[in-house]
């Protein structure tokens, strides 16, 4: 047993990153009779700075708001656009469903449309008592919303492993961190076996590269362990690759550690070759020039030349 290491967890921005990256799977997954409709040749429009200006604000206690704002279109040929309020939710609120009501009339009062869905998906062990709807009444005055939920503690594992949805991995991972809040052994266990898991899926369902590397920088990024047992979980992935060289890795070895690489680094293993070629290439030049003109640099500076008139004196050098 070791420390919880949970509050080092970025849940909005890792939830925020592989819903975006996997859209087309998370409608499939949290809203399947929606899914038929929505016509996904084209791009949805996720709504950052209009959310950010309705109800990215702080509340009462000066905690910043983070949810998603999406904009899809249907397959009608009307036009029709419809609103996608996604709230991912890790901590308890006793006023999250109204919350929630405020929202919704906000983007309402926003967009002028009445096409509005709404889901909150609960990440965390405790669940609000009026946890999907918001209801007020006063004197025959009355009012009552309603949304979809999605409790991550009260589903399978089991059930999760054999959905064919790759979106389904995502909220596997959620539901490890609950599973082993107090065990850092444990999870370190489970989060091996989940990137091994997804490496199984890809090859077995044939997961492109766009599937398979955002998950894999999703479990790594929010299944965090301490220092000591990351290092061990980085060995176990890396470690036989650099033993077994680069042409042993399988297309979807690549696909693991990009995506290890891109949750360590934010970049591929290609981006980081490619900028380390570049920065060489750069040192090797910038040591040439320096090699043929240091006597002028040096004679420069002997002088109290300015920056700049160095730069000019050394131009005209070089092209004499």
Same mark, same amino acid.
């Given at each position: 047993?070791?420390?919880?290491?949970?509050?080092?967890?970025?849940?909005?921005?890792? +939830?925020?990153?592989?819903?975006?990256?996997? =859209?087309?799977? %998370?409608?499939?997954? =949290?809203?399947?009779?929606?899914?038929?409709?929505?016509? %996904?040749?084209?791009?949805?429009?996720?709504?950052?700075?209009?959310?950010?200006?309705?109800?990215?604000?702080?509340?009462?206690?000066?905690?910043?708001?983070?949810?998603?704002?999406?904009?899809?279109?249907?397959?009608?040929?009307?036009?029709? +656009?419809?609103?996608?309020?996604? #709230?991912?939710?890790?901590?308890?609120?006793?006023?999250?469903?109204?919350?929630?009501?405020?929202?919704?009339?906000?983007?309402?009062?926003?967009?002028?449309?009445?096409?509005?869905?709404?889901?909150?998906?609960?990440?965390?062990?405790?669940?609000?008592?009026?946890?999907?709807?918001?209801?007020?009444?006063? =004197?025959?005055?009355?009012?009552?919303?309603?949304?979809?939920?999605?409790?991550?503690?009260?589903?399978?594992?089991?059930?999760?492993?054999?959905?064919?949805?790759?979106?389904?991995?995502?909220?596997?991972?959620?539901?490890?961190?609950?599973?082993?809040?107090?065990? *850092?052994?444990?999870?370190?266990?489970?989060?091996?076996? *989940?990137?091994? =898991?997804?490496? #199984?899926?890809?090859?077995?369902?044939? %997961?492109?590269?766009?599937?398979?590397?955002?998950?894999?920088?999703?479990?790594?990024?929010?299944?965090?362990?301490?220092?000591?047992?990351?290092?061990?979980?980085?060995?176990?992935?890396?470690?036989? %690759?650099?033993?077994?060289?680069?042409?042993?890795?399988?297309?979807?070895?690549?696909?693991?550690?990009?995506?290890?690489?891109?949750?360590?680094?934010?970049?591929?293993?290609?981006?980081?070759?490619?900028? *380390?070629?570049?920065?060489?290439?750069?040192?090797?030049?910038?040591?040439?020039?320096?090699?043929?003109? +240091?006597?002028?640099?040096?004679?420069?500076?002997?002088?109290?030349?300015?920056?700049?008139?160095?730069?000019?004196?050394?131009?005209?050098?070089?092209?004499?």
């Amino acid at each position: 047993m070791a420390k919880n290491t949970d509050h080092h967890i970025d849940h909005d921005t890792r +939830w925020k990153e592989v819903i975006e990256e996997l =859209f087309e799977h %998370f409608v499939l997954l =949290f809203f399947p009779n929606l899914y038929p409709l929505v016509d %996904f040749n084209q791009k949805p429009d996720f709504l950052k700075q209009e959310l950010y200006k309705i109800i990215a604000v702080p509340d009462k206690k000066g905690k910043k708001i983070n949810d998603a704002l999406v904009k899809v279109q249907l397959k009608d040929g009307t036009n029709q +656009w419809i609103l996608i309020h996604i #709230e991912v939710q890790g901590t308890h609120e006793t006023d999250f469903s109204e919350r929630m009501f405020t929202y919704y009339y906000r983007i309402y009062d926003k967009f002028k449309i009445k096409e509005i869905t709404a889901i909150a998906i609960f990440i965390g062990e405790d669940i609000p008592k009026d946890y999907n709807h918001f209801r007020n009444e006063y =004197f025959g005055t009355e009012v009552t919303y309603k949304y979809n939920t999605y409790i991550v503690k009260k589903k399978k594992e089991k059930e999760l492993m054999q959905s064919k949805n790759p979106f389904s991995i995502a909220v596997l991972a959620a539901l490890h961190i609950l599973k082993t809040k107090q065990n *850092l052994d444990d999870r370190l266990k489970l989060k091996v076996a *989940l990137v091994k =898991f997804i490496r #199984e899926r890809a090859e077995e369902s044939n %997961f492109s590269e766009k599937i398979v590397v955002p998950l894999v920088q999703f479990v790594i990024n929010l299944m965090v362990l301490d220092p000591k047992r990351e290092s061990q979980f980085q060995d176990i992935f890396y470690k036989p %690759f650099q033993k077994q060289g680069k042409m042993t890795m399988t297309e979807y070895d690549k696909q693991i550690i990009d995506g290890m690489n891109l949750a360590y680094y934010g970049e591929t293993r290609e981006q980081r070759d490619e900028r *380390l070629v570049k920065e060489k290439s750069l040192q090797m030049a910038l040591k040439l020039y320096y090699e043929r003109n +240091w006597k002028v640099i040096e004679i420069a500076l002997f002088l109290g030349l300015e920056k700049d008139e160095v730069k000019r004196v050394i131009e005209e050098y070089s092209q004499s």
